[in-house]
């Protein structure tokens, strides 16, 4: 698995409900978080700590962005 695939199963995960809008202040920096984490875990690291960490991340974002 490459990076872009990586990341395209990634915001897949984190965009079940359509709250990241293209374009938007939260979704810039889910991308670039989503970027350093495949860049520092790999791919399948990435995917593997954000499927365990999704709901704090999530809530993370809102705190952050609200």
């Given at each position: 698995?490459?990076?872009?695939?990586?990341?395209?199963?990634?915001?897949?995960?984190?965009?079940?409900?359509?709250?990241?809008?293209?374009?938007?202040r939260?979704?810039?920096?889910?991308?670039?978080?989503?970027s350093?984490?495949?860049?520092?875990?790999?791919?399948?690291?990435?995917?593997?700590?954000?499927?365990?960490?999704?709901?704090?991340?999530?809530?993370?974002?809102?705190?952050l962005?609200?």
């Amino acid at each position: 698995m490459n990076k872009l695939q990586a990341m395209a199963q990634i915001m897949l995960l984190l965009n079940e409900d359509y709250a990241l809008k293209p374009g938007s202040r939260k979704y810039k920096i889910v991308r670039k978080m989503i970027s350093y984490k495949i860049d520092r875990l790999g791919p399948e690291g990435a995917i593997s700590q954000i499927k365990d960490t999704k709901a704090h991340l999530l809530a993370q974002l809102d705190t952050l962005v609200a």
